[in-house]
C-alpha cells in the first residue's frame, strides 16, 4: 500500500490511490453526495505547476444529529483529493472519501482535535492540533512515484506547559524525543 495511505488506510481502508482520472477543474472531481470542505494548493511534485489538495465531505443528511447541549451536528466525515496540475488538466493521485473524522465530534471534557492541512516547502502536511493539550502531525513527500511518510511530530502539553515532544524522521530514520523534568512548571519557559 501506498505510504501516504498507510495512516489513513489504518482506519479507513476505502481508498483510491494513483488513478490516470483527468478533468478540467478541481471540483469535476467531486464525488457524488459531497462538497468541498476546503481546498488546498501548492506544487507537491516539483513541476512548478500549482496542484491542489480538495478536502471533501459528505452530506447525508442521516448523519445531521441533534446534540442536547450543541444543537444540530453535522458528523458527516471529511475527506481527500490529491489532484497534480499537467497544465491543460488536473490528474487524480490520491482519492480517499472519508479518512478524516467530522469537524463537529464529541471531545469529551475538551473540543475534539482540529484537522489543518497544508502544503509547506512541497511537503503536504496533515496536522491534527489540540488546544492546550498540544498536537500531532504527518508530512508526506512526494517521491519515487508515491506520497511517503517523511516525519512525524508530536506535542503534549499541560496548558502552556511542553511536557513531552516527539519528533521522527523516517529520511534520516532518526527520533528526537524531549520530556520535560521540571514537574513544578507552570508556564511555558519553565521546562527544563
Given at each position: 500500500m501506498?505510504?501516504?495511505?498507510i495512516i489513513i488506510a489504518i482506519f479507513f481502508p476505502s481508498i483510491v490511490y494513483g488513478q490516470t482520472k483527468q478533468e478540467k477543474e478541481p471540483s469535476d472531481f467531486l464525488p457524488t453526495g459531497y462538497v468541498i470542505f476546503e481546498k488546498i494548493d501548492g506544487d507537491?511534485?516539483?513541476?512548478?505547476?500549482?496542484?491542489?489538495?480538495?478536502?471533501?465531505?459528505?452530506?447525508?443528511?442521516?448523519?445531521?444529529?441533534?446534540?442536547?447541549?450543541?444543537?444540530?451536528?453535522?458528523?458527516?466525515?471529511?475527506g481527500i483529493i490529491v489532484l497534480f496540475n499537467r497544465n491543460s488538466h488536473y490528474e487524480l493521485a490520491v482519492k480517499n472519501n472519508d479518512c478524516f473524522s467530522s469537524e463537529n465530534e464529541d471531545g469529551g471534557v475538551y473540543y475534539a482535535p482540529?484537522?489543518?492541512?497544508?502544503?509547506?516547502?512541497?511537503?503536504?502536511k496533515i496536522l491534527y492540533g489540540h488546544g492546550r493539550y498540544g498536537y500531532w502531525s504527518y508530512t508526506f513527500r512526494f517521491q519515487n512515484n508515491d506520497f511517503e511518510l517523511i516525519g512525524y511530530d508530536l506535542s503534549a502539553n499541560r496548558g502552556p506547559v511542553v511536557n513531552k515532544t516527539i519528533s521522527i524522521n523516517f529520511l534520516t530514520k532518526k527520533k528526537q524525543i524531549n520530556e520535560n523534568i521540571n514537574q513544578n512548571a507552570e508556564v511555558d519557559g519553565d521546562e527544563v
Open positions: 501506498k505510504n501516504l495511505l507537491l511534485n516539483k513541476d512548478s505547476l500549482v496542484d491542489c489538495v480538495l478536502i471533501i465531505k459528505g452530506t447525508d443528511k442521516s448523519k445531521i444529529i441533534k446534540d442536547e447541549y450543541r444543537g444540530e451536528l453535522d458528523r458527516n466525515r471529511r482540529e484537522l489543518t492541512l497544508e502544503i509547506y516547502k512541497g511537503n503536504l
